[in-house]
């Protein structure tokens, strides 16, 4: 049976190798969640419900509680989206950890999914814990308002980022080629 770590590159890495590099993958996915509970337990301490902060003409932090996924979808959902979306961050969670693994290797591939499996997990987290998801940093222009958003979502945002350039930078590889 062929190793599901073995990939187009060449032979797959010895399992010791592919196991220390998920760690380090892992680790920063880690210290990506700890950031983000941490900023929400100071931003639940320091301020009140839906209260401003002025910071910069554009930004204000702000405490907001999202019961849905982005932008508030399915915020109304009663209840259910609560159980709904911690169980899609979690089989997400899954699959990710399944990739780090059959890419170790791959540095920007892995660090666009470690950002991911943190800002998942860490989003995941609130919750299990609250029932909602702490929202904190708010940009506006004029009447214009972004919605608010956390540095999970901040670390989501750039994995998907990084994601996108490691599959550009594939594809001129492969052109090249």
Not at 14 to 35: E, M, Q
Request: proline share 5%.
């Amino acid at each position: 049976m062929p190793d599901p770590g073995a990939g187009p590159a060449g032979p797959s890495l010895p399992r010791a190798v592919r196991l220390r590099l998920l760690a380090g993958w892992l680790g920063w996915a880690l210290v990506l969640i700890l950031l983000d509970q941490a900023t929400k337990v100071w931003v639940v301490g320091a301020l009140g419900y839906g209260q401003r902060v002025p910071v910069l003409p554009v930004f204000d932090l702000t405490l907001l509680y999202n019961t849905g996924a982005a932008f508030s979808f399915l915020a109304d959902g009663g209840g259910a989206q609560r159980w709904v979306f911690t169980g899609i961050a979690g089989v997400a969670a899954l699959l990710i950890l399944r990739w780090l693994y059959t890419h170790a290797a791959e540095r920007l591939l892995c660090a666009a999914l470690a950002c991911i499996l943190g800002g998942a997990l860490g989003n995941a987290l609130d919750r299990l814990l609250h029932g909602h998801v702490v929202d904190f940093l708010l940009f506006y222009w004029r009447g214009w308002y972004f919605p608010a958003f956390n540095l999970a979502d901040v670390a989501i945002t750039c994995g998907a980022a990084l994601l996108i350039l490691d599959e550009i930078l594939r594809a001129r590889r492969a052109r090249s080629s």
